[in-house]
């Protein structure tokens, strides 16, 4: 039985946060296509790639203070017309102590893959 798309986004979207906390690179790295696009939310740094973000992710993780994010699903949005969706939330980074260093808002554009749902593309805002 398939699984109803925004289910599918939900729990893709968990295992992307449990890959996060666990420093887990090849966990990441199943739920990005290979061209994935990420705009930081601070700098509006752009990410092109798979292979970029990972680095960039790799670098996080062997920082002295590690910061660990969360991000959490407001919506989700389908298309009627492509394989398609847009998922907004809010996220955070916290530290060790599990104080809040940075948050603010996101969106990510999903794309069916087969019988996977991946992130194509996040734009993030820091608010705090």
């Given at each position: 039985?398939?699984t109803?798309?925004?289910?599918?986004?939900?729990m893709?979207r968990a295992?992307?946060?449990q890959?996060?906390?666990?420093?887990?690179?090849?966990?990441?790295?199943?739920?990005?296509?290979?061209?994935t696009?990420?705009?930081?939310?601070?700098?509006?740094?752009?990410?092109?790639g798979?292979?970029?973000q990972l680095?960039?992710?790799?670098?996080?993780?062997a920082a002295?203070?590690?910061t660990t994010?969360?991000?959490s699903?407001?919506?989700v949005?389908?298309?009627t017309?492509?394989?398609?969706?847009?998922e907004?939330?809010?996220?955070?980074g916290?530290?060790?102590?599990?104080?809040?260093?940075?948050s603010?808002?996101?969106?990510?554009?999903?794309?069916r893959?087969?019988?996977?749902?991946?992130i194509?593309?996040?734009?993030?805002l820091?608010l705090?």
């Amino acid at each position: 039985m398939d699984t109803p798309p925004e289910l599918a986004i939900r729990m893709q979207r968990a295992r992307f946060n449990q890959a996060l906390a666990d420093a887990d690179l090849p966990a990441i790295g199943d739920v990005l296509t290979p061209g994935t696009v990420l705009v930081a939310g601070t700098d509006s740094a752009l990410l092109a790639g798979r292979k970029a973000q990972l680095t960039a992710w790799k670098n996080e993780f062997a920082a002295r203070v590690r910061t660990t994010y969360v991000r959490s699903t407001e919506a989700v949005t389908l298309s009627t017309v492509e394989p398609i969706a847009f998922e907004q939330g809010a996220w955070r980074g916290t530290d060790p102590d599990g104080i809040v260093l940075s948050s603010g808002i996101y969106t990510a554009k999903w794309r069916r893959v087969g019988a996977d749902r991946l992130i194509e593309a996040e734009l993030y805002l820091t608010l705090a």
